[in-house]
C-alpha cells in the first residue's frame, strides 16, 4: 500500500462555497499529480508539480488552483465551487528518478459533489 | 489528438474463465505502457508495465500483457480469473520523451468475476 492519503474522502458542498482538497506523501516523492475522474471516463490530468515552487496545468483545463510549499504536501483548492465541479479527485506522486518510466503511486480519493 | 482507448467498459466473467482487456493508443514515437487496477474499496494501483525488450511482460497476481507495436495495442491477460479479481483495469500511456511522466488514461473496464 502506496504512502499518501488525501482528505476528505466525501465531500458535499454547496455552490460558492471554497473547498481545499488535501493530499499527503510520505516517500519523498518529487514529482506529484492531480487527476480528475467522471464515472466510465478516463482520469484527466489537471495539475502536476516537480518540486517546491513548481506546478503546472495538466492536459484538462481545470478552475482549481494548487500549490507546492513543501515536498509532501500538494493541495488542490477550488475558489468557488459549482456543480460542474462535482467529480472525483485523484492525487498521484512518483520519484524523479526514471523520468517517464517511474511507477505512480495513487490515493485513495476524493469524491466531490457540490450542489 | 493522442488517446487510449479500451474497448469493453464491462466484463462479466466467471472464475478460472480466460479473461483479457484490449488496449489501443495513438501516440506516436516510443511509449511506455501501463496497467493500473483499482479493486473495490483501494487506492489505484500499478499491475504491470512495459518500457521495452520482450513484449510479453508479467505482472503480479498471474497477470501478463503484450505488446505489439504494428498493432498499438497492449493487452491485458490472464488465463484463469478468480473471485478476487473483481476490480476496475485501467490502461495507460505515456511518451519516452517525456521526463514528467504524465500519463494518457483510458476510460477503464470493470471486471466482474462471479463465482
Known amino acids: 500500500e502506496a504512502d499518501i492519503y488525501q482528505t476528505p474522502r466525501y465531500l458535499v458542498i454547496g455552490t460558492g462555497k471554497k473547498i481545499t482538497l488535501e493530499c499527503s506523501q510520505t516517500?519523498?516523492?518529487?514529482?506529484m499529480y492531480w487527476y480528475q475522474q467522471d464515472p466510465g471516463m478516463e482520469l484527466h490530468l489537471i495539475h502536476y508539480?516537480?518540486?517546491?515552487?513548481?506546478?503546472e496545468k495538466g492536459d484538462l483545463s481545470s478552475e482549481s488552483t494548487v500549490s507546492r510549499i513543501r515536498t509532501e504536501h500538494f493541495p488542490l483548492t477550488l475558489e468557488s465551487a459549482r456543480p460542474s465541479h462535482t467529480s472525483q479527485y485523484l492525487c498521484?506522486?512518483?520519484?524523479?528518478?526514471?523520468?517517464?518510466?517511474?511507477?505512480?503511486?495513487f490515493g485513495p480519493g476524493t469524491r466531490l459533489t457540490v450542489l | 489528438a493522442q488517446s487510449v482507448s479500451q474497448h469493453n467498459h464491462h466484463v462479466i466473467l466467471s472464475e478460472a474463465a480466460s479473461l483479457e482487456l484490449g488496449c489501443n493508443y495513438s501516440?506516436?514515437?516510443?511509449?511506455?505502457l501501463f496497467w493500473y487496477v483499482q479493486y473495490p474499496g483501494q487506492h489505484l494501483q500499478l499491475l504491470l508495465k512495459?518500457?521495452?525488450?520482450?513484449?510479453l511482460v508479467k505482472g503480479i497476481k498471474g497477470f501478463e500483457a503484450e505488446f505489439i507495436k504494428s498493432k498499438f495495442s497492449f493487452n491485458l491477460r490472464k488465463p484463469s480469473v478468480q473471485w478476487s479479481d473483481t476490480a476496475e483495469y485501467f490502461c495507460?500511456?505515456?511518451?519516452?520523451?517525456?521526463?514528467?511522466?504524465?500519463?494518457?488514461f483510458g476510460a477503464g473496464t470493470q471486471v466482474v468475476v462471479t463465482p
Open positions: 501516440y506516436g514515437g516510443t511509449v511506455n
Open positions: 495507460a500511456v505515456n511518451r519516452e520523451t517525456d521526463s514528467w511522466g504524465k500519463l494518457q
Open positions: 508539480s516537480y518540486g517546491v515552487n513548481s506546478t
Open positions: 516517500m519523498g516523492h518529487d514529482k
Open positions: 512495459y518500457f521495452s525488450g520482450d513484449p
Open positions: 498521484a506522486s512518483s520519484n524523479l528518478r526514471q523520468g517517464a518510466k517511474d511507477t505512480q503511486y
